[in-house]
């Protein structure tokens, strides 16, 4: 039997028409949530999620700005416009798009934004918030990984998850969350042995690494739900890390690219900016 294809597409758009509710309440007690996106540089990727982010904030009733500066600014500029942002009482949530361009210390900035703040998930305190299972905020991509593996219906206690991938925005955090959920959990990555064999022990498959259609059908045990959150461009195309044509044939579920992590990751950062409003932590 053929794999359930997950239309991330169709659920990222019920999860905003959920949350322009929520804004439309928010914005009548006058606490209308406020985005800050910072783009440094002129990554053709970024601008295209940036141009999507703002679009969607537009949609939902959050209010946004956009932070456009050339590769050539200083780490201490750009600090100071982080400064500003934490300041200002009409920002709720704070985004430096990934990554800066080369010259700039993307560590030193990601601490430098308020963790109340931290819509994406990458400050420190909020690393660690989640990875000892206090309320936090969830880096974006692995939100919507979890939200898709969760609205299959697919029950996560006792699971095995594999996530092949091992980088602070995806493979780490995925793995974090998908614990906290009483999965049991493998990270892979470039040294693994075995790791078709490891991939093949999966329920939960989440693939995050960069390599398109690395993931073949022998990988996946029949059944599996397969998430890709790869995002390749190969000829002009975009291709997902797993080799759909194939593995849709073994899995039981499974995402497409595009239109399966991408739109979902955008669904969350909006998530989290509402939630910011309210943050207590
Ligand atoms: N929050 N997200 C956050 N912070 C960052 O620093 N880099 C980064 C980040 N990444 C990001 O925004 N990724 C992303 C990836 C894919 C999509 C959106 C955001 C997306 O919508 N993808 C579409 C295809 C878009 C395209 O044509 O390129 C999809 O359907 O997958």
Excluded at 3 to 13: H, T
Excluded at 123 to 141: D, K, N, Q, Y
Excluded at 190 to 213: F, H, M, W
Excluded at 218 to 225: E, I, N, S, Y
């Amino acid at each position: 039997m053929a794999a359930q294809i997950i239309n991330g597409k169709e659920i990222a758009a019920e999860i905003r028409s959920e949350l322009k509710e929520k804004v439309a309440a928010l914005t009548a007690q006058g606490r209308t949530p406020g985005l800050a996106v910072v783009l440094v540089g002129d990554n053709p990727a970024s601008q295209v999620y940036v141009r999507q982010k703002k679009k969607a904030c537009h949609e939902i009733g959050i209010y946004s700005e956009e932070h456009r500066l050339p590769a050539t600014i200083t780490q201490e500029e750009l600090l100071a416009l982080i400064d500003r942002l934490n300041a200002d009482p009409k920002i709720h949530g704070i985004l430096v798009q990934l990554p800066l361009p080369d010259g700039l210390d993307e560590n030193e900035v990601i601490e430098r934004i308020d963790p109340k703040k931290d819509v994406d998930g990458f400050h420190p305190i909020s690393v660690g918030r989640l990875s000892i299972g206090l309320e936090a905020f969830v880096p974006c991509t692995p939100a919507g990984v979890l939200e898709l593996v969760k609205r299959t219906g697919t029950a996560i206690s006792g699971k095995k998850v594999v996530v092949l991938g091992r980088s602070n925005i995806v493979g780490k955090p995925a793995a974090r969350l998908f614990l906290q959920e009483n999965a049991t959990v493998t990270i892979c990555h470039s040294r693994t042995q075995n790791i078709e064999e490891e991939c093949r022990q999966a329920d939960i498959l989440i693939v995050a690494v960069g390599r398109p259609k690395l993931v073949k059908k022998d990988w996946v045990k029949p059944g599996a739900v397969v998430i890709d959150v790869g995002i390749n461009r190969v000829d002009g195309q975009i291709v997902g890390d797993v080799d759909f044509d194939e593995v849709k044939e073994v899995a039981g579920a499974i995402t497409p690219v595009p239109g399966g992590v991408g739109p979902m990751t955008i669904a969350m950062l909006m998530k989290n900016t509402v939630g910011a409003v309210d943050v207590d932590h």
